[in-house]
């Protein structure tokens, strides 16, 4: 990690945003160009490009759909989109934060003015070549959108891309090329040991896989995915599952015995002791099955919630975006090196508690599939990606408005939710029900949570004290990653 007196700046940075915020003032400074909106352009262009980008999460499938290709898709558009913006405030004298791995780029000489919409317009063609690249199944989509906003053709000249566009692209991918992420490989693992994963059983149905066989399982080898900001996947894991080395002596331990009773009591489909909150918080966080944006595309919206309640200006809404968005990811990939790569590899509640017999060969979790099939994720247990994820979300909201208290409305849109809106209280609050309510749902055990949560943690805390820092006079902007 950084010095503490980098973290102190950071630290300083945040709670100079948010004392900006709290008195109605503008976070970018003062002098800084503003851009009127085009002909065709409505709200914030990061907003209304993480809305396109959501809906190609909904049409996602197969490991398309998985958590770790979604996170990373979501941290190459929004690196993508940060690193146009920085351009554009370099250019014009007012950068306040480094760019994600590259130096700064400069596209006119220090006497040109901007026109009116070239902030806007490098945002729109960014992320339009960004979500285009990702998903070229959605390219008709994602055109309309592009002409929706503009009033423009995509394909339509503009000198902005040969610029700064082909070049953020060229960087950003570049960066990624390599990383792990197309890994074919499935799983080929121990599943007959008790205590070892194995495939949970569920069917195929129209719209979500089968986990029948070791094969099904999702993204195995996604833990070694080379990490956004993080040194490797394995950065902030334990070395094992509670100490523990062997599944023997995991499953005879009386600590295991108690952290699958928890889950057999309070989250079974017929669970009488899972209070009506318990069963509420459950659904709200799920969205494992296809048609939703999946867990990083609820955050991703959360953070476009948080960021139109404080009115943040074009820039520091790029910026939220992709420390979330650079958070999000790593805290995927981290999550999965320690459900694959670890020495335990945990089966999941429903074969922990059915392989007891009697009564419970028939226990079923409350997570279910859209047709209220019982549904467990076709991968291991410890820890829980919900847990990953929502903690460093948590921590990058933290440490970017430099507090916690911060108030808004959650949204969720799992087919099975009972509330479609939230109230949260603090960051923190997404934290901690996320990662229960994996718990509640009957996928996941407590340990998984509670681990979960510090790794994540642990992740947006990395990522915030060594990504997209502050410039200070006389540092050397960042060197080229390329």
Same mark, same amino acid.
Not at 381 to 402: I, L, R, Y
């Given at each position: ?16 945003? !948010? ?25 914030? &262009? ?5 809305? +396109? ?13 998985? &958590? ?25 004298? /007012? ?72 070049? +953020? ?5 570049? #960066? ?16 007959? $040991?008790?205590? @070892? ?7 195929? $149905? ?11 399982? +999702? ?20 070395? $094992? ?6 599944? !023997? ?68 809404? /790029?910026?939220?975006? #992709? ?31 059915? #392989? /007891?017999?009697?009564?419970?060969? /028939? ?7 859209? !047709?209220? @099939? ?6 291991? @247990? ?37 509330? @479609? ?37 642990? +992740? ?23």
């Amino acid at each position: 990690m950084k010095c503490r007196a980098g973290r102190r700046l950071g630290r300083l940075r945040a709670g100079v945003v !948010a004392g900006a915020l709290l008195a109605g003032l503008s976070p970018v400074a003062v002098g800084a160009p503003q851009s009127a909106a085009a002909t065709g352009h409505k709200g914030d &262009p990061t907003q209304y490009w993480n809305n +396109v980008l959501l809906q190609t999460f909904r049409n996602a499938r197969g490991w398309d759909a998985s &958590p770790g290709k979604l996170s990373r898709s979501g941290a190459m558009v929004f690196a993508a989109i940060y690193n146009a913006e920085s351009a554009y405030q370099y250019t014009y004298g /007012t950068l306040k934060y480094e760019p994600y791995l590259n130096r700064p780029l400069k596209y006119a000489d220090k006497h040109s003015r901007p026109r009116p919409d070239d902030e806007e317009r490098l945002i729109d063609r960014t992320a339009y070549r960004m979500i285009s690249q990702l998903y070229p199944g959605d390219q008709g989509y994602i055109d309309a959108k592009y002409r929706a906003r503009t009033g423009r053709s995509p394909h339509s000249y503009d000198p902005l891309d040969r610029l700064v566009v082909d070049r +953020v692209v060229r960087q950003i991918n570049k #960066a990624r090329a390599g990383d792990g992420s197309d890994n074919p490989e499935t799983y080929s693992g121990d599943t007959t $040991t008790p205590g @070892a994963w194995r495939p949970t059983g569920e069917e195929a $149905t129209a719209d979500e896989g089968a986990c029948k066989q070791p094969s099904d399982a +999702v993204t195995p080898n996604w833990g070694k995915v080379r990490p956004f900001v993080l040194r490797s996947g394995s950065q902030f894991r334990p070395p $094992t599952l509670r100490g523990f080395t062997s599944y !023997a002596d995991l499953v005879a331990s009386p600590e295991y015995a108690a952290q699958r009773d928890e889950v057999r009591r309070v989250g079974a489909v017929d669970s009488t002791e899972r209070t009506y909150d318990q069963t509420v918080i459950g659904w709200f966080w799920d969205h494992d099955l296809n048609g939703t944006y999946h867990p990083p595309g609820q955050l991703l919206q959360l953070t476009g919630i948080v960021a139109k309640k404080f009115k943040l200006d074009t820039y520091e809404t /790029t910026h939220l975006f #992709a420390l979330s968005a650079l958070s999000l990811a790593d805290a995927g990939i981290t999550a999965w090196d320690s459900k694959f790569d670890s020495p335990i590899n945990l089966w999941r509640p429903a074969s922990a508690i059915q #392989a /007891t017999g009697g009564a419970n060969a /028939t226990w079923e979790p409350l997570s279910a599939d859209r !047709a209220g @099939a019982p549904f467990t994720p076709c991968f291991s @247990a410890w820890t829980s990606g919900h847990a990953n994820f929502t903690a460093a979300w948590a921590s990058a909201m933290k440490h970017f408005f430099g507090r916690d208290d911060v108030s808004f409305i959650a949204h969720s849109e799992d087919p099975h939710t009972i509330e @479609a809106y939230r109230r949260m209280a603090n960051f923190s609050q997404v934290a901690e029900e996320g990662k229960l309510s994996r718990l509640w749902l009957g996928v996941h055990y407590r340990w998984d949570a509670e681990d979960g949560n510090v790794i994540g943690t642990n +992740v947006g805390d990395y990522v915030f004290d060594n990504a997209l820092l502050p410039t200070r006079p006389g540092r050397p902007h960042q060197q080229s990653g390329y």
